[in-house]
């Protein structure tokens, strides 16, 4: 997905963290500045555009712990984003950051299929100076049919430190996500995630993947189901999908990670009537935390779950006990 810019903004630092020490160049670009696509820093490194400690080098160069790296963004003609009038639950608002309770089904930016009628549409609408920052300020993002609270920049300020925040995994996000089987206990899934091998609208834990961490808790047990309590320490796409059905624990109304439709033994009907008719990965980003990029205190912000979650976990405590 391109990443189109307005104008070129100011240089870009970063410090390389203990994480990537010994990481090539494009990779540790890459996970420090998530606004920019791994190709265009590729791209940017050999252009002279990216730099490591002052100095030029290559996309297979490793990079050591402490390094500075800084990235010159090149100015490109920005795809006509429209600002659209459309409703948004919006949280919390002021001159730098807004927070919305995203519903499911609302797609975040546009991209192929989806050219209006987006979240960030509504948001140029709603704040017209979000439109000269990169992606709109989105920051980060949710799947189009995941539900709940999404953080996005509405100055240079707050985009630049949201994204460090992103980087070095102090954003605190936490999700609701009901799926099938029991678990035993908590725990951590701590397994690289990249490109399915031969689907390319899935990702898969592979062997050389991005590193990826969740950590869940379970917080109501049902026969053949359980609520959990899901905190990212990574943010790779569809990670909590892609952990969980590769424990063989997928969430319910996965259309790409569910497989085939499941039948606990003895279900009522209306149980299956539920299991069948929910249309989306019962997955909802419940709480985020983050540290406000003017006052520097930690702000917290939580939408409740919406009706079809609700319903759901209705439904399972009642035809569906533990």
Known sequence: ?????????????????????????????????????????????????????????????????????????????????????????????????????????????????????????????????MSALPRGGIVHRLDKETSGVMLAAKSTLAHKHLVAQLTDRSVKRIYTAICRGTFSGGGTIDAPIGRHPTSRTKMAVVPEGKPAVTHYRIAQRFGAHTRLDVQLESGRTHQIRVHLAWRKHPLIGDPLYGGRAFRPAGASAALLDMLDSFGRQALHARELSFEHPQTGDVVSFAAGLPTDISALIACLAEEDPA
Request: hydrophobic letters at 45%.
């Open 1 to 129: 997905m391109p990443e189109e810019l307005l104008d070129a903004p100011e240089v870009i630092s970063a410090f390389v963290p203990a994480a990537l020490d010994g990481s090539r160049l494009d990779a540790a670009a890459a996970a420090l500045f998530t606004q920019f696509s791994r190709s265009r820093l590729a791209e940017w490194i050999r252009a002279g555009r990216v730099t490591r400690n002052g100095q030029l080098a290559r996309p297979r160069d490793k990079v050591m712990v402490g390094d500075a790296l800084q990235v010159s963004p090149e100015a490109e003609n920005r795809v006509d984003w429209a600002p659209e009038a459309l409703p948004l639950d919006i949280l919390f608002e002021d001159d730098h950051v807004i927070v919305v309770n995203k519903p499911a089904g609302l797609v975040v930016h546009p991209a192929a299929g989806h050219h209006s009628g987006t979240l960030v549409n509504g948001l140029m609408a709603h704040a017209p100076e």
